[in-house]
């Protein structure tokens, strides 16, 4: 006869004993450096060839990784990058040793045993380890993240709450539309301009914070050049703005996001 869980209980998961550095040990004990990292051109491993392991692939390819994958099977999407020549493909299981001059891994299979193992080894080859959905084996987890061009926001529960993480991601995504990516282009075009005048500090500093407190980036939402321009001229600067190069208003109010912990 079958065992079921009673109202409201749910039984514990188990998870093969496998021998983990003590650092594992607690969730809670854990803190984490938020810091962005540059992979282009850097060689990054994706254990797995699922639609997990397809979607860390593919945001490794899209930041300019040099990307490899093991498992011994393949979603379609991972085949046709494979076959496009956008990554390395081992068609075979992971072994101890595979990790070996990776800057980082991804582990997404769904054997736990596998995971503990990599996780061991990325300890000792000293290789930046994600396996999804378990963040006591991570070195690092991915946040939830919203891009408004080269305007992103990153936000983590520390592994806590995936969904959370997602949550505050989308109150932000509502605030923050479109129209920010192209004030970031206008804004970081004119601290080019002002690279090289004869401005202290502090009074760079008084520029950008009195623009990016003003009515700019409402000038931006409507597209007004004019207005714009006027909000420059306030603050002492000028920049001939032209929000059609500035990008178009593609980026739709739902967020180009990743989920995240």
């Known amino acids: 006869m079958g065992y079921s869980d009673p109202p409201g209980v749910i039984s514990a998961i188990l998870i093969p004993e496998f021998p983990l550095p003590v650092r594992y040990a607690s969730i809670a004990a854990m803190r984490y450096y938020p810091m962005f990292l540059r992979v282009e051109g850097r060689p990054c491993l994706v254990v797995g060839g699922g639609e997990i392991a397809e979607r860390k692939a593919a945001t490794l390819l899209d930041t300019g990784a040099r990307v490899t994958v093991i498992s011994p099977r393949l979603t379609a999407g991972l085949a046709q990058r494979v076959a496009a020549g956008e990554l390395v493909y081992l068609p075979r299981p992971y072994r101890s040793g595979d990790l070996s001059g990776f800057l980082l891994a991804f582990a997404a299979t769904d054997d736990e045993a596998v995971h503990a193992q990599i ?10 380890l994600n396996v999804v959905d378990r963040p006591q084996l991570c070195t690092f987890i991915v946040p939830s993240v919203l891009t408004r061009g080269d305007l992103v926001v990153a936000v983590s529960t520390g592994g806590g709450s995936p969904a959370l993480a997602r949550h505050v991601r989308q109150r932000i995504a509502d605030t923050v539309g479109p129209e920010y990516e192209r004030a970031l282009v206008v804004l970081a075009r004119l601290r080019e301009r002002l690279r090289d005048a004869p401005l202290s500090a502090e009074e760079r500093r008084q520029i950008f914070s009195g623009l990016v407190e003003s009515e700019l980036i409402e000038c931006v939402r409507e597209q007004d050049d004019a207005a714009v321009d006027r909000v420059l ?5 000028a920049l001939a703005v032209n929000l059609s190069e500035a990008g178009e208003a593609t980026c739709p109010r739902r967020p180009a996001a990743r989920g995240g912990t």
């Open 119 to 128: 996780a061991c080894d990325a300890e000792a080859a000293g290789v930046l």
């Open 233 to 237: 001229a306030r603050h002492g600067v």
